[in-house]
């Protein structure tokens, strides 16, 4: 099964959500306002990607959180203390597939390579 982990609000993930229905492909979506960050997940991404990919740097939750705490995301472990306090600095989709790849953003044209 996959399952895609964002927050309903944002582009993206409505993008590659609709993506996903729309190739016909069964998915659960996981939203981390309602539910939360999966602490076992995170850990599990941030081993797959790495937490520079992970930590979303260009939107307005990291531009909103003061100089020190942005200087402190300098490696895994400070990366997923900051990703599970501030939920909205993960960048999405995360999607974990059903062969346990994990990816991050919404990319068609790499999707399709992956039916």
Known sequence: ??????????DTVKKA???LTEQGLAYTYHDFKKQGVPEGALAQW???????????RKGTTWRGLDEATRAAV????SARA???????LIKRP???WSDGAVTVGFDAAAWAQRR
């Open 74 to 77: 300098v490696d895994a472990d």
């Open 46 to 56: 941030l081993q797959a990607v790495g937490w520079e990919t992970l930590v979303n």
């Open 1 to 10: 099964m996959i399952t895609v982990h964002g927050i309903p609000n944002c």
């Open 82 to 88: 900051a990703l599970l306090a501030h939920p909205s």
């Open 17 to 19: 959500r609709t993506w």
């Open 94 to 96: 995360v999607v974990q």
